[in-house]
C-alpha cells in the first residue's frame, strides 16, 4: 500500500489535514489533538517513526494562526519522512511539548521558544539557547527588524 | 609562705577582668568540622575559550571529586542569525553564509544549499554538474573526518598523527584552489551547477591524491590501531545506548556507531549517490573508539565513491540552461543583452520559487544537514530553517558525559566532532 494512503488511513480518527512539502506529505493539526497523533505516529508499528530530527517555528505574521511548528518525523524502519504542522494561537502561541514522546525535541523546543516566543506546556527545561537570557525579544518573529533593537542587549561600555 | 603568695595572686587575677577574646578563647566553642574533600561537590566553567571544546561550547559540569554529575551545555556564542539573515536576501546571495556554517567542510555545505533550492524551484541540473558536485561532497567529508582523527588523537595525546592529517588536508585545499579559485570559503556550487567547470589539471590532481590516500591512510592507521594508550582512553568511554540515540534524534556517524545503518547517501539517494558502489559502514560498540573507526573507514568510502566519479565523469555543460532561474555565465552579460537582461531579473529580483514548502537534506560528514524553505513566491525565503547536525548531536553531552571523568570529557567532545559555526548558526 501506498504510505500516504497508510497515513491517512490510520489517522482518520483524528480528522488530520495533510498537505504537501515539495513530494514529502505532512499533516496539519492543533495543539489539543497533537501529543495523541504523536504518540500514534511514534508507537504504531506500521507507521514507526522513531525519530523526531527537528522542529521549525514559523511566524506567518497574519491574524488568525499566526504560529506554526513543524515537527519533521524519521522513520528508521521504512527510510520515511513526515512533518507535522501545529497551528498555535496568535495572542498565546501555546502547545503541549513533545518531550515525553521524543526526549530529542528538547533543544528543538527551546530554540522555538528562543527565536519565536513560542511556548511550550510541562517543558522541562525551557530556557533561551542562543540569545542571552535577560533578551527581552524573539529575534526571528516578522515585528523584529533586522538591525535589532538598540539597547536590547547589554555592551561594556568603551 | 609561698601558698599564702599563690593565695594573693589568685586573689589578685580574679579582681581583674578578663579580655573579651580571652573570655571568647575559654568559653566558647571554637572548633571547626572540616568536609572530606573529595565529597564535595563542584562546579566546573568549562569554555567557552576552551582548546577541547572545538570552538565556543560551554560546559557547565558539577564535579564530585573527579566525576561528572550534572552537565549543561551553554551555546550561543556564535550565534549569527543567519535564518534572519537568510529572510532578508535572494537565494543566490545566501550561498557564501553557507561557507561559514560548518567551516570544516564548506564545499559540502553550498551542495546542500543548492540541492534544497533546486528542489524548490524545480531546476534540473546537468548531468556533468551533479557528477562535479558529488566529488565536492566526498572531498569535503574527507576533510572533516581527517580534522575529526586528527583531533581525536590530539586530545587522547597523539600529536603525530595530527599533523600527518593536516598535511593531507592540504592537498585538499590545493585541489580546492585548482578549480575553485580559493582554499577555504568556497561559494562553489551555484543555483543551477557550479561556479565554473572542472579543469583537467584538477582532476588529475584529484586523482593523484585518490591515489596516494588509502596508503597514508594505512600510515594513519599503523600508528594507532595497536596503540595500548590511544585504546585504553577511547574504548567503553562516552557510551550512549542506541535507544537513547535514537530517542535524542541524533544521526550520522554516531547513530551508526550504534548498530544502526542509516545513511541518506543510500535511504534517499540524491546527486548521483544511486549509481555509486558504496558501503555503510556501521561498528557495535557506541563508544568513542566505535566513532572513530566509523569515521575512519568512512574516508576509504569516499575515496571508492570519487574514483568511480571520476572514471564516469561525463562532459556537456556545468550549468542548467534555465535563463528564469539560473546565472547566466559573466562573459555573456557583457556581450549579449537578452543575458544582460535576464542577469539584472535574477540579481535584483530573484527566482521567484512557487509558493509552498520545501525540505531537502543530505548526508554531511556530522549527520543530516537540511534545509527547510517556506517560500511565498517572492525573491527571498519567507523563512528558512537550517537543520544542522551539530546542534542535534550536542544534545547527547550530558547523556554521555554522565558518570564520566572530567578527564574523558576532552575524548567524548572529541567523538561527538562538533563544529559550533553550524550549531549555533
Known amino acids: 500500500m501506498d504510505r500516504l494512503t497508510l497515513f491517512q488511513e490510520k489517522l482518520k480518527d483524528f480528522s488530520v489535514e495533510f498537505y504537501d512539502v515539495n513530494g514529502t506529505p505532512g499533516i496539519i493539526t492543533t495543539p489539543e489533538k497533537v501529543l495523541d497523533v504523536c504518540n500514534l505516529l511514534k508507537n504504531d508499528a506500521d507507521l514507526s517513526f522513531e525519530m523526531c530530527r527537528d522542529a521549525v517555528g514559523v511566524d506567518r505574521f497574519q491574524k488568525k494562526n499566526r504560529f506554526e511548528v513543524i515537527y519533521s518525523l524519521y522513520s528508521l524502519k521504512f527510510k520515511d519522512r513526515l512533518f507535522v504542522k501545529v497551528l498555535l494561537d496568535t495572542k498565546n502561541p501555546e502547545t503541549p511539548t513533545l518531550t515525553v514522546i521524543w526526549t530529542g525535541t528538547n533543544w528543538f523546543e527551546r530554540e522555538a521558544y528562543d527565536m519565536f516566543g513560542i511556548k511550550f506546556k510541562d517543558h522541562p527545561d525551557l530556557r533561551r539557547i542562543y540569545m542571552p537570557e535577560e533578551f527581552e525579544y524573539h529575534p526571528l518573529r516578522k515585528d523584529f527588524p533586522l538591525m535589532g533593537i538598540p539597547g536590547s542587549l547589554y555592551l561594556p561600555k568603551k | 609562705m609561698s601558698q599564702s603568695v599563690f593565695e594573693k595572686m589568685k586573689e589578685k587575677d580574679s579582681d581583674i577582668p578578663k579580655s573579651k577574646i580571652l573570655d571568647a578563647l575559654e568559653n566558647q566553642d571554637l572548633s571547626i568540622e572540616f568536609d572530606d574533600v573529595l565529597e564535595n561537590e563542584m562546579v566546573l566553567n568549562m569554555g567557552p575559550q576552551h582548546p577541547a571544546t572545538h570552538g565556543v561550547l560551554r560546559l557547565l559540569i558539577t564535579l564530585d571529586g573527579e566525576t561528572i554529575r550534572r552537565i549543561v551545555p551553554d551555546l550561543g556564542y556564535l550565534h549569527r542569525g543567519y535564518e534572519k539573515l537568510a529572510e532578508n536576501m535572494s537565494y543566490h546571495e545566501f550561498i557564501p553564509h553557507t561557507d561559514r556554517l560548518d567551516y570544516l567542510q564548506p564545499i559540502a555545505n553550498n551542495v546542500a544549499y ?50 600527518w592529517c593536516m598535511r593531507e588536508r592540504e592537498k585538499i585545499l590545493d585541489i580546492y584552489d585548482m578549480f575553485v579559485g580559493v582554499r577555504f570559503t568556497t561559494s562553489y556550487s551555484r543555483i543551477g551547477g557550479v561556479a565554473n567547470d572542472i579543469s583537467d589539471e584538477a582532476l588529475a590532481a584529484i586523482r593523484k591524491f585518490i591515489d596516494e590516500f588509502p596508503g597514508y591512510l594505512k600510515e594513519m592507521r599503523d600508528i594507532i590501531e595497536r596503540n595500548k594508550i590511544f585504546i585504553n582512553r577511547l574504548e567503553g568511554i562516552g557510551y550512549m545506548s542506541k535507544e537513547d540515540i535514537i530517542d535524542y534524534g541524533i544521526n550520522g556517524p554516531i547513530l551508526r556507531a550504534a548498530g544502526v545503518a542509516s545513511d541518506l547517501r543510500r535511504d534517499e539517494p540524491y546527486l548521483v549517490y544511486d549509481k555509486m558502489d558504496f558501503d555503510v559502514i556501521t561498528a557495535t560498540d557506541s563508544d568513542c573508539l566505535a566513532r572513530f573507526w566509523v569515521r575512519f ?22 550549468n542548467a540552461l534555465s535563463p528564469k532561474k539560473a546565472l547566466p555565465r559573466k562573459d555573456k552579460i557583457y556581450t549579449k543583452m537578452e543575458e544582460l537582461i535576464h542577469d539584472f531579473m535574477l540579481v535584483n529580483f530573484g527566482q521567484n520559487p512557487p509558493v509552498g514548502e520545501s525540505y531537502s537534506a543530505i548526508e554531511s560528514s556530522k549527520g543530516e544537514l537540511g534545509f527547510y524553505i517556506i517560500s511565498d513566491g517572492s525573491g527571498h ?37 562538533p563544529v559550533m559555526g553550524e550549531a549555533d548558526k
Not at chain 2, 139 to 153: D, M, N, P, V
Not at chain 2, 383 to 392: A, D, L, V
Open chain 2, 297 to 318: 573507514q568512512e574516508m576509504y568510502e569516499s575515496v571508492k565513491i570519487i574514483r568511480q566519479c571520476l572514471d564516469n565523469l561525463p562532459g556537456g555543460l556545468v
Open chain 2, 381 to 417: 525565503p519567507f523563512r528558512m530553517k537550517i537543520r544542522s547536525p551539530s546542534f542535534t548531536n550536542l544534545q547527547g553531552i550530558p547523556v554521555m558525559l554522565k558518570d564520566a571523568f572530567i578527564s574523558d570529557s576532552v575524548v567524548i567532545i572529541g567523538g561527538l566532532d
Open chain 2, 114 to 163: 543548492a540541492l534544497a533550492v533546486e528542489k524548490l524551484i524545480k531546476l534540473e541540473v546537468p548531468e556533468r554538474a551533479t557528477y562535479i558536485r558529488t566529488i565536492c561532497s566526498e572531498l569535503g567529508r574527507i576533510q572533516s573526518h581527517l580534522i575529526a582523527y586528527g583531533t581525536t588523537t590530539m586530545d587522547s595525546g597523539g600529536l603525530t598523527p595530527f599533523l
